[in-house]
């Protein structure tokens, strides 16, 4: 059930905060869920303004530089990922703005998922973005109806009759809450927030992620988007006060941690994997509890309750990994490579017979709607040809009934057991393709893991250092060979070329890390292969940085 809306960004500074914000990679797995249509995701603004500079658009702190929409899901929609959000965005961008420059970020980071567009206010024809509601496709109409229009493709529930757009009550549809009083929304938020956030600062963050205004002085007031007034949090209840809420969190991180060990063993003290793991979880373990013994019992310490939190969940990540390597008898790093290189073809397999699923069960599933139709004026259709047959006359047909022939027409079909025959295949292969696609989710998450713990084999037992993180979007595969990967350095227009092994694809398919011998000299290349410089493995970073820090300070200068 997503929900819609969209915000105008005036001048270039309120651009440039605006993509910063969506493109936070604590928010968008590392930057792996971000997209440009008609523009590169790392220079959005910059191309942005190059493209209004040619059609003489003047941008000052007044003009409309674009466009800040939204696009929230159900967080009912249990079986929905970040990549499929992801997907519907620029899907959803494609069809509405194809014409536009728009970035696409998919955020995480909240009990919902849901992407943000922002939407340049010219065109690459030069064109400006018709915003009006009177406008089918470019208005918020046009975006409430292709987003639903997309939800439904994927299988995933609309908000059914939702209220008109109004200049003053366009935010009623958006959470469906129009039965809700504004105390109680605030007081879900609260005590969902209360469930994720460790301290009062974090709720309060939050809160203001989420779109809430706040206000701060002897009593903090919040108002939620949509309200016309600020509320005292103490007015919620004695339990919402800035005190009780900050004493609730002080006990969260103080006791709400379950100070626990479990036991694991290793089923052979010959395996570096092993050891490696062991070791650390030991180290870890030990951290624990050789600092509560300088506790004092008198005193509080609120910072160390939330680090301590941090490494019991860290502890408990490494048994789980010696537990996996046991399970699975991977033992050293050969028999760990082995069995990457099987589930990426595992992968790859799956993967095309997944495609093909996924292909079927789209234009079968663009039928069901047309079925429904069918189906929802058959019994007025039948009544027409009845009234008709009685009558003997030809009648006018309604718009139902035209609805109904057109339907007909479209599916090709004579009798009611024939759409219910396509419905029936539509839902078999929407059944097998998601199981599939679950599946294939449960492969990547496995290769992940593996990825992440041949990380921790080449930090620990192979003597590299961990350089820079890269997207698959970063390798020039036409460069690339059996043995090596070509990939561009994060920030610059450098390539080197990467041995395939030395490269951990920690978020599968998503992100890897680069990892070097520190003291080797790599050789650096443009983007037609010429030689232009050379570096040690340990200074690979540092080229990255310099990059960006003259970006950073390119924006600084032209639109600060």
């Known amino acids: 059930m997503p929900t819609t809306k969209r915000w105008v960004v005036h001048g270039v500074q309120g651009r440039n905060d605006c993509i910063n914000y969506v493109k936070n990679p604590k928010k968008t797995e590392g930057g792996t869920l971000v997209s440009g249509l008609n523009c590169s995701p790392d220079f959005a603004s910059y191309e942005m303004k190059i493209n209004n500079d040619k059609f003489h658009i003047e941008e000052d702190n007044e003009s409309r530089t674009c466009y800040h929409a939204y696009q929230s899901f159900d967080p009912k929609e249990k079986n929905l990922t970040p990549e499929q959000v992801h997907e519907m965005g620029v899907e959803l961008a494609k069809r509405l703005y194809p014409n536009f420059q728009v970035l696409v970020c998919t955020h995480t980071d909240r009990f919902h998922l849901h992407n943000h567009f922002v939407i340049n206010a010219v065109s690459t024809e030069g064109r400006k973005l018709e915003d009006r509601l009177a406008n089918p496709i470019e208005g918020l109409y046009g975006l409430r109806d292709m987003s639903d229009t997309i939800a439904l493709e994927h299988g995933l529930k609309i908000i059914e009759d939702a209220p008109k757009i109004g200049y003053f009550h366009s935010n009623k549809y958006l959470y469906a809450i129009a039965s809700k009083t504004w105390k109680k929304q ?33 009593n903090i007031r919040i108002k939620p988007y949509g309200k016309q007034k600020f509320v005292t949090m103490k007015v919620l209840g004695s339990e919402y006060s800035e005190d009780s809420l900050k004493e609730f969190f002080y006990h969260k991180r103080k006791n709400d941690i379950a100070i626990s060990f479990e036991n694991y063993k290793l089923n052979t003290n010959d395996s570096e994997l092993l050891n490696i793991h062991n070791q650390l979880a030991q180290l870890s373990k030990y951290s624990v509890l050789s600092t509560m013994k300088e506790l004092d019992s008198t005193k509080q310490y609120p910072n160390y309750y939330n680090s301590r939190y941090l490494e019991i969940k860290r502890y408990h990540q490494l048994v789980n990994t010696i537990n996996f390597l046991n399970d699975n008898e991977i033992y050293n790093y050969q028999s760990l490579e082995e069995k990457i290189e099987q589930l990426q073809n595992e992968i790859a397999t799956k993967e095309e017979e997944y495609n093909k699923l996924f292909s079927i069960n789209e234009t079968l599933q663009l039928r069901v709607p047309i079925c429904n139709i069918y189906l929802q004026y058959l019994e007025d259709y039948e009544y027409f040809c009845e009234q008709e047959e009685m009558l003997g006359e030809k009648l006018e047909p309604s718009n139902e009934i035209k609805l109904f022939l057109e339907a007909k027409n479209e599916l090709e079909v004579n009798t009611t057991e024939e759409v219910q025959e396509i419905i029936a295949s539509a839902n078999q292969y929407k059944k097998e393709s998601n199981q599939q696609y679950a599946y294939l989710s449960y492969l990547k998450t496995k290769a992940s893991e593996l990825e992440k713990i041949k990380s921790i084999s080449l930090e620990t037992s192979k003597g590299f250092i961990k350089s820079v993180s890269i997207s698959k979007n970063m390798i020039d595969y036409t460069r690339s060979n059996a043995e090596q990967y070509c990939v ?6 450098y390539y080197m070329y990467v041995p395939k092994n030395n490269i951990a694809w920690v978020s599968y398919d998503k992100r890897g890390i680069i990892y070097l011998v520190d003291d080797k000299e790599y050789t650096l290349y443009d983007d037609k292969n010429k030689q232009v410089m050379t570096a040690r493995g340990e200074e690979i970073e540092d080229v990255s940085k310099e990059e960006k820090q003259k970006i950073s300070e390119y924006y600084r200068k032209e639109f600060i």
């Open 186 to 218: 605030i007081i879900e938020k609260l005590e969902e927030l209360k469930e994720s956030c460790f301290s009062f600062d974090e709720l309060l963050e939050n809160l203001a992620l989420d779109g809430y205004q706040i206000k701060y002085g002897k």
């Open 488 to 493: 561009r350095i994060p920030y610059t227009e």
